[in-house]
């Protein structure tokens, strides 16, 4: 789609934590930007950062320079089936699914910044290690 990626994640920053539930975060950040940032025929830069701004703690953010999210939808992108493209390739699913997966298995918080003018950014803040977590329940036969 002739986007830039961009990733700015120092080598030194590693996490104990879920890597599978991790990536479908940054992977449905990737497809929401795709879908919802950019009008067709439009490139931009999608930019993957982290730091460590206190000890334990990791910050990832996520942004785009594509059109921003509108104000009046910015208190909802985290709710289950909101989406501003219905039958046009969005469930409105992705955003809640990232919020679910950040707060509760990967233990962290979510936020989201976003104008007309500089785009989206979701950042994330996590910790280093993430909670362990028991079996998941098994299917009675």
Known sequence: AHHKVQLQVPRAITLDSYPGPFGQVIAN???????HAFVPG???????????????????EFRDDGCGIAPEHLGRIFDPFFTTKLGQGG????LSICYNIV????GGHISVFSSAHD?????????????????????KP
């Open 29 to 35: 950040f990737i497809n929401n930007a795709l879908l």
């Open 42 to 60: 439009q490139s931009g830069t999608l930019v993957l950062s982290a730091s460590t701004p206190a000890d334990g703690r990791v910050r990832v």
């Open 91 to 94: 469930s409105g699913l992705g």
């Open 103 to 106: 707060t509760s298995l990967l």
């Open 119 to 139: 785009g989206t950014c979701f950042a994330l803040d996590l910790p280093v290690c993430a909670p362990q977590h028991g079996p998941l329940p098994q299917a």
